[in-house]
């Protein structure tokens, strides 16, 4: 998606979106904030699964070193991807206790 298409979408924090211009590329910063959205597609329509489901994005802002800015996810993607890594930090944070 565009970055005018991610700075108009409502209801986001209006944050540069975290760029990943080659594979490897990596970001660290702390999550500050998380919004649950409904997806839209670039004309504004609610998008649907085939069953009628709505579709979700989840917005990731996060505090980095060059700045505030947003990581955008989408709910298939989130449920796999961001879980093992939330998983991990956890395990870590409860064996500094």
């Not at 996060?62 to 989130?78: F, K, M, Q």
């Amino acid at each position: 998606m565009s970055d005018e298409f991610m700075e108009s979408t409502s209801g986001g924090p209006k944050l540069p979106a975290l760029k990943f211009a080659k594979i490897g590329d990596t970001h660290t910063g702390t999550v500050t904030e998380v919004t649950k959205l409904q997806d839209k597609d670039p004309a504004g329509n609610v998008k649907t699964y085939d069953n009628g489901d709505p579709r979700w994005v989840f917005v990731f802002t996060l505090d980095t070193p060059i700045g505030a800015s947003n990581l955008w996810c989408e709910d298939r993607w989130s449920r796999r991807s961001v879980k093992q890594p939330r998983r991990q930090a956890s395990r870590r944070s409860s064996a500094r206790r």
